[in-house]
T-cell receptor, first 115, second 119 residues
Framework: DTGVSQDPRHKITKRGQNVTFRCDPISEHNRLYWYRQTLGQGPEFLTYFQNEAQLEKSRLLSDRFSAERPKGSFSTLEIQRTEQGDSAMYLCASSVRPALNYGYTFGSGTRLTVV | AQKVTQAQTEISVVEKEDVTLDCVYE???????LFWYKQPPSGELVFLIRRNSFDEQNEISGRYSWNFQKSTSSFNFTITASQVVDSAVYFC????????????????FGQGTRLTINP
């Protein structure tokens, strides 16, 4: 168990380009979450999956954003036609089926800079 | 609607002082969970504590203690005898629902408090 891995750690892209981030959760965790954190703010929920099913999407997730979790393992978050306002840290977390001591494990995030 | 407010944006204290980070929450649900996370400069969110809405007992873990008061919808975090390594951004978060039945729900975070411990 190496924790939640996110790739890349940093991404700089030009406005208008598409970017894709990857998250590898802890292997036995069935739920996977994406959050966005802008400078000086707390993380904001974007979407989450239970296995391969996307159960909830935030209104923050515009049409330019899409997330997938094929086969219920790793997940990808794609942003199309990036805008400067998309610059943020994108955090992934996973959670095991809850028991009395359930919790969430976060990755180190992908920092996106749109120039 | 669920909401978490951390009114203190930044706190700076001298090492060995005690410091309390405030957290006030709003929820219509009678079952919910409250969390504290630490975010060091590396960016990863480190879990500190989870408390459910039916357990108002205060908790102490070493130099850390938490005071949960449903009457004031607060879940405050105190660090006793602070150390430079405690410097980080701290987040309070809320999760509604019954995770044992519904599965782990999304977290709603406060804005965070940046804590600086000066030597």
């Amino acid at each position: 168990d190496t924790g939640v891995s996110q790739d890349p750690r940093h991404k700089i892209t030009k406005r208008g380009q598409n970017v894709t981030f990857r998250c590898d959760p802890i292997s036995e965790h069935n739920r996977l979450y994406w959050y966005r954190q802008t400078l000086g703010q707390g993380p904001e929920f974007l979407t989450y999956f239970q296995n391969e099913a996307q159960l909830e999407k935030s209104r923050l997730l515009s049409d330019r954003f899409s997330a997938e979790r094929p086969k219920g393992s790793f997940s990808t978050l794609e942003i199309q036609r990036t805008e400067q306002g998309d610059s943020a840290m994108y955090l992934c977390a996973s959670s095991v089926r809850p028991a009395l001591n359930y919790g969430y494990t976060f990755g180190s995030g992908t920092r996106l800079t749109v120039v | 609607a669920q909401k978490v407010t951390q009114a203190q944006t930044e706190i700076s204290v001298v090492e060995k002082e005690d410091v309390t980070l405030d957290c006030v929450y709003e929820t219509r649900d009678t079952t919910y969970y409250l969390f504290w996370y630490k975010q060091p400069p590396s960016g990863e969110l480190v879990f500190l504590i989870r408390r459910n809405s039916f357990d108002e007992q205060n908790e102490i873990s070493g130099r850390y203690s938490w005071n949960f008061q449903k009457s004031t919808s607060s879940f405050n975090f105190t660090i006793t005898a602070s150390q430079v390594v405690d410097s980080a951004v701290y987040f309070c978060a809320l999760s509604e629902g019954r995770p044992l039945i519904q599965g782990a729900q999304k977290l709603v975070f406060g804005q965070g408090t940046r804590l600086t411990i000066n030597p």
